[in-house]
């Protein structure tokens, strides 16, 4: 997961019209929805705006812009590396409001989709960076430095672009594979939460809406947030929503300023009667007493909550903790308490990254042990849920 940043590079193809020429010159507001609500806006309340130059001059930037208005915003040469976000530590006290309170607005200039095969067939340029919630085990923030806020890219016309051509290229599926039977799956979210982006601008919606028409793949993507907007996007069965899980003290321990788990749980059976695909993430798997029990109260809430047309056609993804020594010690700065739990180094073994960093996960036999617990408590608990594959 863990890739050297972002730098600057020629699009892999230049765009054969300018922006006004691709999507409106001022793209409608979809304004009045859930974005609007006040539990949004205790979400996201922007106060200020780093923007690079092109961004600002997007129909997205600038719709982006009309929805804030008297927000401060500083012109940046890249959004990758903001001196004042990612090179000062003293933001580490400031984790959470950052979050709260700023966003970046950039032009993603590497249009690559990457080979994957666990969670999806392809991971496609995503359209954003980094995250207003606040999890602690997160791994972006390992590589963006002391803050680790939004970054929206603008060039959205670009991205889909890119994603339609990619599609189109591989033709249809020759062969079911863990990741789908049929379709070629796409993560449009590795680096991001989708639901969350959605509450800024329609980056999202506009990736569901080039996926419903493309009949052989599908996007997928991860999400910790309920998002009630996103049920009138109409994606037809070609989008997947993974509902990330785990018990909830960890969630009320780890996953900060995110939706409740039991919301997201019930929320399962209104996106699958809206259009979409509903999978779980059962992610990530976190060892410490008592995970057992709690992780098979989970499983007895899933399984006497969701309704049957869920649990026909749910399937799970088992992901086991991953940590990093430097997000460690930034954690220790404002979250010491979760450390108690993420950090444990009788368990852990290192491994170093093809970036340098080290990354701490559970000991081989440790890990092989809790997956085979975990599958069988499936089996006990939720034997309708198949799981893809486990990590």
């Known amino acids: 997961m863990n890739r050297p940043p972002e730098q600057p590079e020629q699009p892999e193809q230049q765009a054969l019209f300018g922006w006004e020429d691709t ?17 949004a ?11 690079e130059p092109a961004a600002l001059a997007s129909p997205r930037g600038r719709q982006i812009l009309a929805r804030l208005p008297g927000v401060p915003v500083t012109e940046v040469a890249g959004h990758w590396r903001i001196p004042s976000l990612h090179g000062n530590d003293g933001n580490i006290a400031r984790w959470t409001r950052i979050k709260t309170e700023t966003l970046v607005l950039g032009v993603r200039q590497s249009l690559t989709t990457r080979p994957n095969g666990r969670s999806a067939d392809w991971i496609a340029p995503g359209a954003s960076n980094g995250c207003a919630m606040a999890c602690a085990y997160c791994y972006v923030p390992r590589r963006k430095g ?15 672009a890119h994603v339609r051509r ?21 993560d449009i979210g590795e680096n991001g939460d989708c639901s969350v982006d959605d509450l800024i601008c329609d980056n999202t ?3 569901i809406a080039t996926f419903r028409e493309l009949p052989t793949a599908k996007a997928s993507f991860a999400t910790k947030f309920v998002n009630p907007d996103l049920l009138a996007l109409d ?19 780890l996953d900060l300023r995110t939706s409740p788990v039991a919301e997201r749980i019930a929320a399962a059976a209104d996106f699958l009667d809206a259009g979409y695909e509903v999978h779980f993430n059962l992610s990530p798997v976190v060892l410490r007493p008592g995970w ?7 499983l007895d809430q899933l399984d006497d909550v969701l309704p049957g047309r869920v649990k026909a056609q749910a399937a799970a993804e088992i992901i086991m903790l991953t940590h990093n020594q430097r997000l460690h010690e930034v954690n220790l700065g404002w979250h010491p308490r979760a450390e108690e739990v993420l950090w444990q180094p009788a368990a852990q073994e290192t491994k170093r990254s093809e970036n ?13 042990d809790a997956l085979a617990r975990l599958r069988e408590l499936i089996a006990e608990h939720a034997p309708w849920l198949r799981v893809r594959y486990a990590f």
């Open 356 to 368: 340098g960093a080290l990354n701490v996960r559970y000991a081989r036999d440790i890990k092989r």
């Open 23 to 39: 999507v409106p010159a001022d793209p409608p507001d979809r304004g009045g929805g859930f974005r609007d609500s006040p539990r």
């Open 235 to 253: 994606p037809r069965g070609r989008t997947r929503v993974r509902f990330s899980v785990m018990p909830a003290d960890d969630s009320r321990l």
């Open 166 to 186: 990619h599609v189109r290229s591989q033709g249809p599926k020759s062969e079911p594979n863990q990741c789908d039977p049929h379709a070629w799956v796409y």
């Open 292 to 298: 057992q029990r709690d992780w098979a109260e989970l």
């Open 205 to 207: 919606a506009d990736l």
């Open 41 to 51: 806006r205790r979400m996201l309340n922007v106060r200020e705006v780093y923007a």
């Open 146 to 160: 002391y803050a680790n806020p939004i970054t929206l890219f603008t060039n959205i016309e670009a991205i889909t």
